[in-house]
């Protein structure tokens, strides 16, 4: 990703963001400003500003006299906040119905492809990343900007387990058929369908993701 043009800040926040995607940085693990100044090359003005940005994403946490860490979320939590995108995915899905075109559907497959190709070589993070960019396209042809960026923010908030789902090859396999079921629904422009095959697969990784938090 180009950081050409970037302010230092938006720099660090783009090395946080990919390192929490990518389960570089695991849940619980202290965030050491320090560290993390000297490792990016920066001061540590710039750390402590992505430090908060996160923090109101709900990314990481901040305990006073001990410093930031990476949130780890209950098995309440994560249900929580499925549940959230569930309701809201919902009418960002229908609405995206009513307005894919053809050449949305042939970008969105090029993704798809994308995904597959990561799933398939075990690229945990090309794949979080591809992964991201399918439903999060599908989601953004709603034209709904605001909605799309809370749904972007709650993905944000489990992008780190997210990543340990895609670890399991069983999982990936799993990700496949799933993905072929919400892109033939968006495919046909059948709402009820998409939000369906949308909730299935939801609801599946919800399930994976409470045993690995238990």
Do not use: C
């Amino acid at each position: 990703m180009s950081t050409q043009g970037l302010t230092a800040q938006e720099v660090v926040l783009q090395e946080l963001r990919s390192a929490l995607a990518a389960g570089v940085l695991m849940p619980g693990q202290q965030l050491v400003q320090e560290e993390l100044a000297e490792e990016l090359g920066v001061s540590r003005v710039p750390i402590r500003e992505s430090l908060k940005i996160l923090e109101g994403e709900g990314q990481v946490t901040y305990h006073p006299n001990r410093g930031y860490f990476v949130t780890e979320l209950s098995a309440a939590d994560l249900s929580e906040l499925y549940l959230i995108r569930e309701i809201l995915e919902s009418e960002a899905l229908a609405r995206a119905v009513a307005e894919v075109s053809d050449a949305d559907l042939k970008d969105i497959e090029e993704i798809l492809g994308e995904v597959n190709t990561a799933a398939a070589a075990g690229d945990i993070n090309a794949l979080a990343m591809a992964n991201r960019a399918f439903h999060l396209s599908i989601i953004e042809l709603s034209g709904m900007n605001r909605l799309s960026r809370l749904i972007r923010q709650l993905w944000d908030a489990t992008d780190i387990y997210r990543t340990v789902y895609f670890r399991d090859e069983s999982n990936r396999e799993r990700i496949f058929t799933e993905h072929q079921e919400i892109f033939r629904a968006l495919q046909a422009r059948d709402a009820q369908a998409l939000i369906k095959a949308q909730n299935h697969h939801r609801e599946q990784a919800v399930q994976v993701l409470h045993s690995v938090i238990d």
